[in-house]
């Protein structure tokens, strides 16, 4: 059996099934009505594409990291993030609990 | 016949493509990953390849999660972009090359690689950004067989799969019975992981052992699970596998004529390498 990696869940069946309609909901997001539509009403869009209780709590509290433990799918919940107008150092900085500034020092110290 | 010229893989980060609009090339931050392409630059200019076989992963535009191919391959006049949710600019569209599809096709599915076949097909930034990086003008002088490989729901194909599926292409292109120059394009990469605990995860010794072992030694790539891919190189870095299929189908003596590295360019190691493939002289006597 694989070790699980630390800090990572592997978009696997289980989390594909999980997280379909939250990622479907996501891949609407393309057209730039839906995202309109999604920002009229938030709670009405996420029960139009029927996320469970756990996913309407974790888009409308913006939480990222229950997203992806109930099945959302990084690719596909950063077109919701950009919706926010979040891009991927805000979210990495939301999901590590730093700010976004030592974020993006962390990034930058990877180089070094 | 055609003759396959070498390769060119590039990060396909969706920041540059805003970058590209917003005119930041000189930007300090955006100079040591942009100026790494003047020499790609330059060995297009020299090289002048027809078209362009591009191994690439789709983020959710042309496919969703309810029908997945493993690998996809374009058979299309043309390639359009469309808004991909994100806020970058549409790109204009690429044309395609569909006899050379075809017979793409064709020689995978004798050569038992099943995969999907697109006669209509969108292209996402993994394809348009490295595109508009390549030939930053006008106009975009080659044609393009797109080729999609599944990095994003797991099972994923192997490494060591897709190296082969690169091999079954480079001698799939060495068949095609004109007098076409053609460049192969893998995109992605390297190290890097969005999601998680663990976003911001980069790690620099690994990226480098892999482009070392890329050049003359894919074999030992190959040999990694996915498993251990995620961990050493994050869960995004599994894109590298549009890097291995590009290395595998180059087919004759290949060298590295250009490497550039930087960290990071927004939560990528970036990286771009131009490999020339020298054919094998007696092989082609033989």
């Known amino acids: 059996m694989e070790q699980d990696i630390a800090g990572t869940i592997m978009f696997d069946g289980v989390q594909a099934q999980k997280g379909y309609a939250l990622n479907r909901m996501c891949f609407s997001f393309n057209s730039a009505a839906n995202r309109a539509a999604f920002l009229a009403d938030e709670d009405g869009y996420c029960r139009k594409f029927g996320l469970n209780t756990e996913q309407c709590a974790a888009v409308k509290s913006r939480d990222v990291l229950r997203m992806i433990e109930t099945g959302g799918n990084v690719y596909y919940l950063a077109k919701l993030a950009g919706i926010f107008g979040l891009n991927v150092q805000d979210i990495g900085a939301q999901q590590t609990g730093t700010t976004v500034d030592e974020f993006k020092a962390k990034l930058a110290g990877a180089g070094r | ?286």
């Not at chain 2, 480098?208 to 030694?217: A, I, P, R, S, Y």
Request: charged content about 20%; hydrophobic content about 45%.
């Open chain 2, 1 to 286: 016949m055609a003759r396959i010229i070498g390769g060119v893989a590039t990060t396909h980060v969706p920041s540059i493509g805003k970058a590209i609009a917003e005119k930041k090339q000189n930007d300090p931050y955006w100079k040591p990953f942009f100026r790494g392409f003047d020499y790609v630059h330059y060995w297009l200019a020299r090289e002048k390849p027809d078209v362009a076989v591009v191994f690439y992963n789709d983020h959710g535009l042309n496919f969703f999660l309810d029908k997945l191919p493993t690998f996809a391959v374009g058979a299309a006049n043309e390639y359009r972009n469309e808004d991909e949710g994100w806020g970058i600019p549409v790109s204009r569209a690429i044309a395609g090359d569909p006899a050379l599809s075809w017979h793409l096709i064709n020689a995978l599915v004798a050569d038992e690689f099943d995969i999907t076949m697109c006669q209509d097909m969108l292209v996402d930034h993994a394809v348009t950004i490295p595109m508009a990086l390549m030939w930053p003008g006008e106009k975009w002088p080659v044609k393009i067989v797109p080729i999609s490989i599944n990095t994003v729901q797991h099972p994923l194909p192997s490494l060591a799969r897709c190296l082969k599926l690169g091999r079954s292409i480079g001698r799939a292109i060495e068949s095609y019975p004109h007098d076409l120059r053609v460049m192969i394009v893998g995109t992605g990469g390297l190290s890097h992981q969005l999601d998680g605990k663990r976003a911001g995860f980069i790690n620099k010794e690994f990226d480098q052992f892999c482009m070392d072992k890329l050049v003359g030694e894919p074999e030992t790539l190959a040999r990694y699970s996915i498993h251990d891919w995620v961990e050493e190189a994050g869960a995004q870095g599994v894109e590298f596998l549009n890097w291995m299929a590009m290395r595998g189908a180059l087919t004759g003596n290949v060298s590295e004529v250009h490497r550039n590295y930087h960290i990071p360019i927004s939560n990528t190691a970036a990286a771009t390498v131009v490999l020339e493939n020298h054919e094998i002289p007696q092989r082609r006597a033989a």
